[in-house]
């Protein structure tokens, strides 16, 4: 899904997951600050739950948020970024060690 927080509600950012159960979330918790614009935007996979580990042939994707009220997600194939990210303040959204948020065909 891809989700756009709208500017009067204090954002301006997207919001991506693969994961049918988390996009459900985000309109359930924040009906008012969050637009759904897709829920087919790609076509993704999601890691094993436990483990991280991505199925063959794709590639994870590892996601770090702000935690702020401005909030922001990026997104990186790179898990030594994720993990700078994360030194400076930021939250690993994921499954496993180290954290995947989804998989990405190769």
Same mark, same amino acid.
């Given at each position: 899904c891809r989700y756009y927080g709208r500017p009067e509600a204090?954002?301006?950012t997207h919001f991506y997951s693969a994961s049918p159960k988390e996009c459900a979330a985000v309109?359930?918790?924040w009906p008012d600050q969050w637009l759904l614009e897709s829920s087919n !935007?790609?076509?993704m996979?999601?890691?094993d739950m436990m483990s991280g580990a991505c199925p063959a042939g794709t590639?994870?994707?590892f996601r770090a948020w702000?935690?702020?009220l401005d909030t922001n997600?990026?997104?990186t194939l790179d898990p030594y970024a994720q993990m700078a990210m994360m030194g400076r303040g930021h939250a690993a959204e994921a499954y496993g060690a180290?954290? !995947?948020a989804m998989c990405s065909p190769q």
């Open positions: 204090g954002l301006d309109a359930r918790k !935007v790609f076509q996979h999601l890691p590639l994870p994707i702000n935690e702020r997600h990026r997104f180290p954290p !995947v």
